[in-house]
């Protein structure tokens, strides 16, 4: 079961364009949002992440669209560079017990290609 | 420099030939985890630590041991390993979560590629 369902899972923008990549999920009791970037031969590493409380989060090119009531949230990549082409996993987690550990379920991942 | 290691990064076996990967990190993180990443499906959690001697099974956890002995290792072993479990392994670790909010960020090795024939 895909609680979290990512798409597209690969992605060819233009040096300069805007990338988007999207996400949805099904449980309510996700509290936080982040997005992983990974290089080829490198593990994920945290680009951006959001709360549902906030709209939108914004980072430098990178920004987070925040859809609460449609349970959506996307990943915006503005002038799209060459050196962003990797590939991109947007992610839920779910607080554990007080003092816990925290569950997260990622997405299958979107491979970004940025042409010249 | 904070990071998690792991070794092998490659490796290809026989199938029944038993391995471990070793993992390791040294921001003195109490949660660590293992996921298992396969092209349309993402990354999958196989097992995850919450302290020492604490294990437990994630998502996909058939075929696979772990054990936790001191804070900073999280070995995974295959007893028997099948050309299923041909894939990139991820160990990685975070800061043990607290309150009521999730959002810890989670630290990733750069990923051992082993090939089971």
């Known amino acids: 079961q895909q609680q979290v369902k990512q798409s597209p899972q690969s992605l060819i923008v233009q040096k300069g364009g805007i990338s988007i990549i999207n996400c949805a999920y099904e449980n309510t009791a996700f509290d936080y949002f982040p997005w992983y970037q990974q290089f080829p031969g490198k593990g994920p590493a945290l680009l951006i992440a959001?709360?549902?409380?906030?709209s939108e989060k914004k980072e430098g090119r990178f920004t987070i669209s925040f859809n609460k009531s449609a349970k959506q949230f996307s990943l915006h990549i503005m002038d799209s560079q060459p050196g962003d082409s990797a590939t991109y996993f947007c992610a839920a987690s779910i607080p554990g017990r007080s003092g816990g550990y925290q569950k997260v379920t990622f997405g299958i991942g979107t491979k970004l290609q940025v042409i010249p | 420099e904070a990071q998690v290691t792991q070794n092998p990064r490659y490796l290809i076996t026989v199938t029944g030939k038993k391995l471990t990967v070793t993992c390791s990190q040294n921001?003195?993180?109490?949660?660590m985890s293992w996921y298992r990443q396969d092209p349309g499906l993402g990354l999958r959690q196989i097992y995850y630590s919450m302290n020492v001697e604490v294990t437990d099974k994630g998502d996909v956890p058939e075929g696979y041991k772990v054990s936790r002995k001191e804070k900073r290792n999280f070995p995974l072993i295959l007893e028997s390993p099948s050309p299923n479990q041909t894939s990139l392994y991820f160990c990685?670790?975070?800061?043990?979560?607290?309150?009521?909010?999730?959002?810890?960020?989670?630290?990733f090795g750069e990923g051992s590629w082993l090939t089971v024939v």
């Open positions: 990685a670790s975070s800061q043990r979560a607290g309150g009521l909010l999730s959002g810890n960020t989670i630290y």
């Open positions: 959001i709360r549902p409380d906030v």
């Open positions: 921001m003195n993180h109490e949660y």
